[in-house]
């Protein structure tokens, strides 16, 4: 399920003028689940093949200093096969060195998570085999945009507890959190929950022995009071920082924040989360080699801004390397990207990987590129508006849309299609859920989910 906020809108059209944008909750993470959920059952669906052991083939093994390549795979649309989990010698060699799959909830494992259970286990084990020859490094993620245990009154002890068992079961070298609960920062109840979580997960997951990510939206880092009253992620970082390995860091989706110049992602954010561009938040006292760019893989892995393309990407990727960053680049996510292309252009300009290109002479081109690739990007974008904005118009049965319920968002027709609309400045703007989901009411918001 994925759950839209009411300053989802703000992304949309540059007319709104965002209300308190506390982070949109338009977060990418987990977003497309299937329906069903395994808990620690063995469902023998392939019989073990012996994969050969891999040559390395990333430039650059996972080592704990080193800059990490992370790709997310999310549904394998029930694949069990070796290609569908990027193992090596099966899928195309790639710079990733960190596979995270998604997702585990309090509920059981999800999408490509699922389906990793669904692997005997002797297979399983030659997928894990072939990864580490590789030099690399296998995750599962928990919860993403599809729970928010905090607000649902989950245990952090237990729920950490269960996760800890989950990858000790399925074979994972540790866990990535993907914790996207908005409202329980917003009411200062996250960062409690987190520590105490991130406290136990490590208990059951020693340093060293397991790795544990976190994937905190850029915006997490702000420092600012009225915004988080407990200070978020900066407050998280204050307190078990030490044990957390990386941040996935979400520079995407967060709507007028939209960290896509090389101005905007490095050193000035602006936007609705100033001082939450990479160098400001590492001046805040943030380790700069745990920060990773994290950032959609093509257009189609953002919901709102972020995207920056590839070759815009590396220049700023290279301007940081430059001060000395070389934490690495996470990509959403694994299917827009199964050639390994896009992060084979991101990969080399992180300074520390295999191949670090030279770029005396190649400024100017560089320059160049840059400037035609934004101009795609911004066509790409105004014609999304315009085709949401188009598909606008007639507001059914919505009642009326004003100043006082401005960002309202209502099922056109909950629980049968997936369209909902959304007030904007005194008119409502039709959009549709995902493919296969169906629009559910929830207060004064929406959620897609799979029809019951
Ligand atoms: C903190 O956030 C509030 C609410 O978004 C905003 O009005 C205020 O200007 C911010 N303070 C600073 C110092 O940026
Ligand atoms: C799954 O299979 C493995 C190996 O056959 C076994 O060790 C493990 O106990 C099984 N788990 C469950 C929950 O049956
Ligand atoms: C996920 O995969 C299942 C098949 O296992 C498919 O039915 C479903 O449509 C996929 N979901 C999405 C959102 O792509
Ligand atoms: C998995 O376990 C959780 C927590 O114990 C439970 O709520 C859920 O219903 C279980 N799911 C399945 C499919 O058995
Ligand atoms: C839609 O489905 C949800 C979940 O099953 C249910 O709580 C809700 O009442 C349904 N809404 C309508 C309008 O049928």
Redesign the pocket.
């Known amino acids: 399920m994925k759950f839209l906020a009411l300053s989802f809108i703000a992304a949309l059209t540059a007319a709104v003028v965002a209300k308190p944008v506390t982070p949109p909750y338009s977060a990418v993470h987990g977003h497309k689940l299937q329906p069903?959920?395994?808990?620690g059952t063995n469902i023998s669906v392939s019989k073990a093949k012996s994969l050969a052991a891999n040559q390395l083939d990333s430039n650059t093994a996972f080592s704990t200093n080193g800059p990490k390549f992370v790709t997310y795979i999310d549904n394998t649309s029930g694949s069990t096969a070796a290609a569908s989990f990027a193992v090596p010698g099966y899928a195309p060699a790639n710079d990733y060195n960190v596979i995270i799959l998604g997702f585990w909830l309090?509920?059981?494992l999800y999408d490509s998570g699922y389906s990793w259970a669904q692997l005997d286990s002797a297979t399983r084990q030659t997928y894990i085999n072939a990864i580490h020859a590789s030099g690399k490094k296998i995750l599962i993620s928990a919860f993403g945009a599809a729970e928010w245990p905090t607000s649902g009154g989950v245990n952090p002890t237990t729920s950490a507890q269960?996760l800890a068992a989950i990858v000790k079961q399925y074979g994972f070298d540790g866990a990535d959190i993907d914790w996207e609960d908005n409202n329980a920062m917003d009411g200062g109840t996250g960062e409690a929950w987190l520590i105490t979580f991130q406290n136990a997960l490590r208990a059951e997951l020693p340093q060293g022995q397991y790795l544990i990510s976190h994937a905190p939206q850029a915006p997490y880092f702000i420092i600012n009071k009225t915004q988080y009253p407990n200070g978020a992620y900066q407050k998280v970082n204050s307190a078990v920082g030490s044990s957390i390995d990386w941040y996935n860091t979400q520079f995407y989706n967060q709507g007028s924040s939209s960290y896509d110049t090389c101005t905007t992602l490095l050193t000035a954010s602006g936007g609705a989360f100033p001082g939450t561009s990479l160098f400001e938040i590492i001046n805040t006292g943030v380790s700069a080699n745990k920060l990773l760019v994290g950032k959609p893989a093509t257009p189609a892995g953002a919901d709102n801004t972020g995207y920056m393309a590839p070759s815009a990407l590396a220049a700023c990727l290279q301007q940081a390397s430059a001060k000395g960053w070389d934490a690495g680049v996470m990509l959403w996510q694994y299917t827009l990207d199964t050639s390994g292309s896009i992060i084979g252009q991101l990969a080399p300009a992180v300074s520390g990987s295999g191949s670090v290109p030279t770029t005396t002479t190649t400024t100017t081109t560089a320059k160049a590129t840059t400037t035609t690739t934004k101009a795609t990007t911004t066509t790409t974008k105004a014609t999304t508006t315009t085709t949401t904005t188009k598909a606008t118009a007639t507001p059914t049965g919505s009642g009326t849309c004003t100043t006082s319920n401005n960002g309202a968002m209502v099922c056109v027709a909950a629980n049968t299609s997936g369209q909902y609309q959304t007030c904007n400045n005194g008119g409502w703007i039709t959009q549709t859920c995902g493919s296969g989901t169906v629009c559910q009411q929830s207060g004064t918001s929406i959620y897609c989910g799979y029809a019951t």
């Open positions: 069903a959920a395994v808990n309090d509920s059981g269960n």
